[in-house]
């Protein structure tokens, strides 16, 4: 049933052989395998079935069997713009406390860092992982770890507040120390503003800005990711 | 009766015959015994999944596909690597250290906190997407690819998406095809090897960059290894629960290397026996590979069909007035400006993506979604300013891109070359569009007109 390797092909190996023509040990080796192989198949299917679809009976009863073969290399989320579109924008605003050369301390005016990342993206056909996720993620997922007083929770929570730090750092501290201040604390805050819906659409929604502000924050020297400055 | 040879369309599907392989073969009946339809069939289907690696070309675009769009997704961000990767980055190493300890992911970059180690491991990755691209020492490239694509996405896990998820999943299964069986140099160099007259009595040639590169990773796996290197553990927090990274890298550099031997000094039924598990494996990750692309479009769609926007046929417009999500304001506008036409492609999404498995089983109907997806993913690249999803998201269809599409489209990219830069014209893929291969090779096996028809 095979017409001979083509001179496109890559030669593997004699593929013109058929299986019976293999010795009884041979056969055996290629049956258990093909088994083997067929269940392992099956199995990861199975598992990656039960992972991207909704929690159902089986994914609930199984939960630890399956987390344990997914995380961490399968994990998988195609909840793509579902079950509904983001419908609101969020922006990340950061200001500082500084302290002057000569002892007195001032506070800087906000600044909208989502919407320098929107400026950067705009009309750019190649955005960067750093403008379009890596403070919108990072926002995130430190507002997931954010209890009822705006403090980040648990282990996770300071990581993540740890890491908004240094991206703030990263791309404010140039702008700030440049007249000779230091940053001593900086604060965060979220202005959330809905998509208003279509025009045609007779649906109404308020186009009020929502802010969540977040705890004064000090800055210390571990906060200084590569290319921040502060004296 | 006992060997029914059948026309290789007419195999079953392959989610036929890897299921039915379970049981072992049935065809050393003796003469007198009369196979049932059942035995006939799981002959047929292991004959089937054995007889050769199948979908040649759509394992090979996918490989350039993916390798390709994470080589230029690091080229894009050489400037900001620090920024996303570096050990000094928003996301430092100690962070890294930490998430890595928690979630046992893999990842070289977290061996050492040198700025040298990371400058030397984001450029082999680069070195390892472009020849995993152009089909150099494939099987080598492609661990080498994965272990790359591994080692940055799981350090800095908080800046990736979906594209970068899809290509996470790819990268490990394609380690475990036959991705350079066309279109690649190995294919290349072994047109040639064939060509060449045989001299009689004469040994095959030594293949000393094989030797040297097989030794070499060895060496560096050993130093890995000796050094205690986190994530290097046999039984544990690897690809596989109870199998862990060791066992796998390990056991992927032994059986290059028993290959090796086997082809060289057993050409016979030792090099058959290899030959065909890895075409097991092969015909095996294929299925999961396909199985994996409708289960993205499958919960995509299935999520969307809950949604209130989805329903009400409003959906599309949100993303383009998101800021993140609208590069181009005024088209985005423009499009989104039309409610009848921002309700179609609400639809028109959710109907695509929720059909797109069943339309399998027809090819024609396969073909015409696979074309409406392209498009979609092409237009997400531009207006939601999403390349490097969208060029993952358009390799992942190519899989069940119709070989005939496929090779047309080798011959005419060799034809340009040839044109281009006259002289280099015996190389290329175009001398696979002639040969037996291409109708015999992706047609024959299990997919027959439906998958890769």
Known sequence: MRTGNGAGMQSYGDETRPLAALSLPSRIVIGTAASAIAVAALIHLAMMFLHVAPSNTLSKQQSGLISDYVYPEYEQNWKLFAPNPLQQNTDVQVRAQLRTPDGTSRTTDWTDLTARDGQAILHNPLPSHTQQNQLRRGWELLSSTLDAQNRPSGDRGEMFARYLRRIAMLRMSGEWTKNGDRVAEIQFRSRTTAVLPPPWSAEKVSDKPVYRVLPWWQITASELPEGATNK | ?453
């Open chain 2, 1 to 453: 009766m006992t060997s029914p040879t059948p026309q290789p369309p007419t195999t079953p599907p392959s989610t036929g015959t890897v299921q039915t392989t379970d049981a072992p073969p049935a065809a050393d009946a003796p003469g007198a015994y009369r196979e049932t339809r059942i035995e006939r069939a799981i002959g047929r289907g292991l004959a089937g999944v054995t007889a050769r690696a199948l979908a040649p070309y759509q394992t090979a675009v996918i490989r350039i596909g993916f390798a390709g769009t994470w080589l230029l997704f690091l080229l894009r961000e050489w400037p900001h690597r620090q920024q996303l990767y570096g050990p000094a980055g928003p996301f430092d190493f100690g962070m890294a250290r930490q998430l890595l300890d928690g979630n046992h992911a893999l990842s070289v970059l977290v061996w050492s906190d040198g700025r040298g180690w990371f400058e030397c491991v984001y450029f082999l990755a680069i070195a390892a997407s472009a020849l995993l691209m152009l089909g150099w020492r494939t099987r080598t490239m492609s661990v080498l690819f994965m272990i790359g694509v591994l080692s940055l996405q799981n350090r800095s896990v908080f800046i990736g998406d979906g594209g970068d998820n899809v290509i996470h999943l790819m990268s490990m299964y394609l380690v475990l095809t036959r991705c350079g069986q066309v279109w690649s140099l190995d294919a290349r160099r072994a047109r040639r090897a064939a060509a060449r007259p045989a001299e009689d009595g004469a040994a095959p040639p030594r293949d000393v960059t094989g030797i040297v590169l097989w030794a070499a990773l060895g060496l560096a796996l050993a130093v890995a290894q000796l050094q205690g290197a986190a994530g290097l553990t046999w039984f544990g927090h690897g690809p596989f629960p109870h199998f862990g990274w060791s066992l796998a890298l390990w056991g992927l550099w032994a059986a290059h290397g028993l290959w090796w031997a086997a082809q060289r000094y057993a050409p016979g039924e030792p090099r058959t026996v290899l030959d065909t598990l890895a075409t097991l494996a092969h015909n095996a990750v294929l299925l999961v590979i396909m199985v994996e692309v409708c289960l993205v479009y499958a919960t995509a769609g299935w999520y969307k069909i809950q949604g209130s926007r989805w329903q009400d046929g409003t959906a599309v417009f949100y993303p383009m007035h998101l800021d993140y999500f609208s590069p181009w304001p005024g088209l985005s506008h423009l499009l989104g400006g039309n409610g009848l036409m921002v309700m179609l492609i609400t639809y028109g999404t959710v109907i695509v993506q929720v059909a797109f498995p069943f339309t399998l089983f027809n090819r024609r109907l396969k073909n015409v979604l696979l074309v409406a997806m392209i498009c979609e993913h092409l237009s997400i690249a531009v207006l939601l300013g999403l390349p490097f999803f969208s060029l993952a998201m358009i390799t992942a269809d190519a899989v069940f891109l119709p070989t005939n599409f496929l090779t047309w489209l080798g011959g005419r990219l060799s034809h340009l070359r040839g044109r281009l830069f006259p002289g280099t014209g015996t190389a290329g893929p175009e001398a696979a569009s002639g040969e037996g291969p291409p109708e015999g090779a992706a047609r024959s096996g299990g997919d027959g007109h439906t998958l890769v028809g």
